[in-house]
């Protein structure tokens, strides 16, 4: 993936060519003015050289394990594309080196930097030369009758993605009758208080948790408490139990928790309920017999699902509850081949022409339900002719002469290798995640744009590039969707096991990443990234390298004394990622990292930035939401190139908590370019500030009063681009200052904590009917009422809407074609609500409905029967007559006219909180 590395190094190189004009404007002398002359000639020299072999690069790559000559070269120009960045970043280095300080500081360092200018355009030099001595030494050894593959590139690959959509959940194809046998022994004799482990077991790729996941979808409403926990190979203990009650829903503070506590809670929360656990991916017998089973309550009726690559798991089942999953035979692979393959047409057929090639294709592929997909899908991108798939077929067999690729890995290498060259390095960069780590969306696109992943083009911002990347390695099955969210977008992905072995290879092979597990020799040279995955203390000269750019850390406990030699010694890096991590203080040396792009501090409990943090003049990010910072140092205002601020300090209120807002320093108006600023703690200045910040897309601001109302409406008024917008008040009895806000039409989520002006309530929610974009609105202590609220109506395509403690009327209707795309309501807090009313047709989407607090309902929605798309309804804390009411659930009220009001609704919770009763109603006529 050299061509990957050098689209990369050619950015890189344009933009430091951007600097020129400055350059010489700001020279003193004479000889620092011709010693950057000469350097600029060579980053010019080299930036066409490398702009001109990139093409090249892009039909060669498919070659390098079959040709020598090629692989050789390709690894040359790999090797001198990190050299030439090196020269360039040490050269942007010096450069902004040359603006700090006094005038006789800053004379003393040109006269220095002169030398330094001399040398690295000989560098620059030297390296240019080699890379024209390779170019030649290729074309002198070049195969004849290579140049006939140039020229099939992945132009229609690329266009077609571009509109393709989601991938959706595999097709069980030959497993419907495991389906079937999975699901009834989970929901069999569920009145029965009994345990029942069952076991899903086979290689690594054969579809054990496509099987697990379809069936636990279909039955987990049948429970009180579900749960999916991925074990992976490297598991401990105490994270495995923080996962299990995190799915459970049960409360702990995971940065101290302790594991006696957490069993305890375990048990306390499942006891006399009725549970289901998936144990994906279990390892090794222990993890059961001595660390998970022990953990449960056992006078309860529970049902466990192992899945396993090893028989010694599968054999935990309890009798006769095994499933041991074979790769699928050659009729049901070809039938799941051409439903990926041929998706986009109606009767899902491969053409006669095409067999021979579908039959070669799946002779590869083993019966490996992911190996079809990938070359399924791969598939699918190209034109149905035999030219097409013949040209992928030769593909094929070029690395099926390597030994050490068989069947299975040479498909995966095929998709990995027909990505378009935008996309390699995204791929790449997920594996360098954890196993079966979930990567949430937002922090993948920060990371490509901050890593110079990502270019702007057709017109699209370089997040709106990012997205679609993202939902091309979804299409093409290389990450698997884990979460979306209310409008359907990817929230959360991960990367399958297989697919994950075959990417880290491929990164460490190709120099451009390596994992640090802990265990066995490890050495970082050459690579540019690194990922600590262990709390095992390395040498600190391990880590003596200055091609190091990214550092991830994913283990808790990582020790400052530990980071500060790779810090130090690693003085051209472009990211550092701790979140999560127990980091308390950032060492000195991070703040000499000019090149830094990326500072990830989410989740840590670091209580202060120092003002160094303003010598960071190239941060792109500072992430420093969920952390004990209370304020940001004045130096954050000289971050001109800050993209993404985040900085939120949690507030305890009595069992509960939330984001609070953090003190911003004077002078943030100077971050023009920044797209997201949250949470900052209100004032009349910050808003005067804020105002300067017409590039904002996303806007939260805490601790508003009538004060500020000027100042904020000032503020929106110049957010032309704003998607999403929380204004949260400094107390109760704060009145929101909306009548004099003028939302922008671009909103997509809006949220609201504080009361709105009672008299004109009406006319401002009416006023919002030009939010068309809107999908997404949460509302808290607003003081809604019957006369406010059908003005919510006018927005036609909320997919959200959650009302905490803002509704204080007594009845609440919804009219006919009312909300027609809304998924979720939440209602909680609405103290005197006693009707609640839904005419026919009117949310009509409807998918699920929590009421909650709220003690003078008495009686079901009115109309409730007229949602027939309802799944989910949570009746917790109503008025006692409506938890009677829908709790006689027995042989003697089957016909209970209520009751059958909601029997078509699959899952129906009841709880009181007051009398410590919980109840959970299945529908028998389930969707």
């Not at 047409?345 to 070669?360: G, I, Q, S, T, V």
């Not at 990817?490 to 075959?502: A, E, F, G, N, Y």
């Not at 969920?626 to 190139?641: E, F, I, R």
Request: charged letters at 25%; aromatic letters at 8%; glycine letters at 4%.
């Amino acid at each position: 993936m050299a061509e990957a590395v050098v689209g990369v190094l050619i950015g890189k190189l344009a933009a430091a060519l951007t600097n020129e004009a400055a350059a010489y404007g700001a020279s003193l002398l004479c000889k620092e003015a011709s010693s950057l002359k000469g350097l600029f000639r060579e980053i010019r020299t080299a930036e066409a050289e490398l702009e001109s072999m990139n093409a090249y690069l892009r039909d060669s790559e498919k070659f390098k394990d079959t040709d020598e000559t090629i692989g050789i070269f390709i690894n040359k120009i790999r090797q001198l594309s990190f050299r030439i960045e090196d020269v360039v970043d040490e050269f942007m280095y010096k450069l902004e080196d040359n603006k700090h300080g006094g005038f006789a500081a800053k004379t003393n360092k040109r006269i220095k930097h002169v030398k330094v200018w001399r040398r690295l355009a000989l560098q620059l030099r030297e390296i240019n030369a080699e890379l024209e001595d390779t170019t030649k030494r290729r074309d002198r050894y070049l195969i004849p009758g290579f140049q006939r593959y140039a020229g099939s590139g992945d132009h229609h690959a690329r266009s077609t993605y571009q509109t393709a959509c989601f991938a959706r959940e595999e097709d069980l194809v030959g497993n419907e009758d495991n389906a079937a046998k999975l699901k009834g022994w989970l929901v069999d004799d569920l009145e029965e208080k009994n345990t029942k482990i069952t076991t899903v077991w086979g290689m690594g790729g054969v579809g054990k948790t496509t099987l697990v996941d379809h069936v636990y979808k279909m039955v987990k409403l049948d429970f009180d408490a579900a749960a999916w926990v991925t074990v992976s190979k490297s598991y401990q203990v105490k994270d495995l139990l923080r996962k299990i009650s995190i799915e459970f829903g049960i409360s702990i503070d995971s940065r101290n928790m302790d594991m006696r506590r957490a069993v305890d809670a375990i048990r306390n929360h499942l006891e006399g309920k009725r549970f289901l656990l998936v144990l994906d991916d279990v390892w090794e017998q222990d993890v059961w017999i001595h660390n998970i089973l022990p953990v449960f309550p056992t006078s309860c009726t529970s049902r466990y699902v192992l899945t396993s690559r090893l028989s010694e798991v599968g054999s935990l089942a309890t009798s006769n509850c095994a499933i041991e999953l074979e790769p699928l035979e050659q009729n049901h692979s070809y039938m799941l081949f051409c439903k990926l393959a041929f998706w986009n047409n109606d009767d899902k057929r491969c053409p006669a022409e095409l067999h021979d090639l579908a039959a070669k294709f799946l002779q590869k592929c083993e019966g490996l339900p992911i190996a079809i997909a990938c070359i399924g899908r791969l598939l699918s991108c190209k034109p149905p002719t035999y030219s097409e798939w013949k040209n992928v077929h030769q593909k094929l067999e070029l690395h099926s002469t390597n030994p050490q690729l068989p069947g299975v890995d040479n498909i995966l290498n095929i998709s990995l290798e027909d990505l378009p060259y935008e996309l390699k390095n995204c791929f790449l960069h997920c594996a360098l995640f954890p196993e079966y780590y979930e990567m949430k969306r937002r922090r993948l696109i920060r990371h490509w744009i901050t890593s110079g992943f990502i270019k702007e083009k057709e017109k699209k911002t370089l997040e709106q590039v990012a997205d679609g990347y993202l939902s091309d390695l979804v299409n093409r099955s290389l990450l698997q969707v884990v979460m979306k969210n209310e409008s359907g977008r990817v929230k959360s992905c991960r990367m399958h096991d297989v697919i994950r072995r075959l990417a880290i290879d491929k990164a460490a092979k190709e120099c451009f990443g390596k994992v640090y597990e802990g265990h066995g020799t490890f050495s970082v040279h050459g690579t540019r990234r690194l990922s600590i995955q262990n709390n095992s203390i390395v040498p600190a000269n391990q880590f003596s390298a200055t091609n190091l750019r990214t550092v991830y850390v994913f283990t808790s406990s990582v020790d400052i004394d530990f980071l500060r030699p790779i810090l130090a010694s690693s003085i051209f890096l472009s990211t550092v990622d701790l979140q999560g991590t127990q980091i308390k203080m950032l060492p000195n040396e991070l703040f000499n990292l000019f090149n830094l792009r990326y500072l990830g501090l989410r989740n840590t409990p670091i209580e202060s930035l120092p003002e160094a943090v303003g010598r960071l003049q190239n941060l792109e990010v500072l992430d420093a939401f969920d952390t004990n910072l209370l304020c940001l140092p004045k130096g954050v205002a000289k971050l001109s190139k800050l993209r993404y601020l985040f900085a939120t300090v949690w507030i305890s209120e009595g069992c509960f908590g939330r984001q609070g807002g953090v003190k911003v320093p004077r002078g943030i108006s100077n971050l023009t370019g920044l797209h997201v600023l949250q949470n900052v703690k209100a004032s009349t200045e910050t808003l005067c500030d804020v105002a300067a910040l017409t590039e904002l897309r996303t806007f939260a601001v805490e601790d508003v009063k009538s004060e500020h109302t000027l100042s904020l409406c000032s503020a929106l008024l110049n957010m032309t681009y704003l998607v999403s917008l929380s204004i949260t008040t400094s107390n109760e009895n704060e009145v929101l200052p909306l009548e004099e806000l003028c939302l922008p039409e671009t909103l997509s989520k809006l949220g609201l904590t504080g009361q709105l002006e009672k008299k004109r309530m009406p006319y401002i929610l009416s006023s919002w009917s030009h939010l068309n974009n809107l999908t997404c609105l949460e509302l808290a202590l607003s003081k809604l009422d019957e006369n406010s609220f059908p003005n919510l109506m006018v927005l036609h395509n909320l997919c959200f809407l959650a009302l905490y403690k803002a509704y204080d009327g007594k009845a609440l209707c919804f009219a006919a074609q009312s909300f027609p795309r809304l998924r979720i309501l939440e209602i909680s807090g609405a103290p005197q609500l006693n009707i609640f009313e839904i005419k026919e047709d009117a949310l009509g989407a409807l998918v699920h409905l929590r009421l909650t607090e709220c003690p003078e309902l008495k009686c079901l929605p009115h109309g409730i029967e007229y949602l027939t798309a309802l799944d989910e309804l949570y009746l917790v804390n109503t008025a006692d007559e409506l938890i009677e009411t829908v709790r006689q659930e027995s042989e003697a009220n089957e016909c209970n006219e209520e009751l059958m009001k909601i029997s078509h609704i699959r899952k129906v919770n009841i709880e009181s909180t007051e009398k410590n009763f919980r109840r959970r109603i299945v529908s028998t006529k389930g969707k």
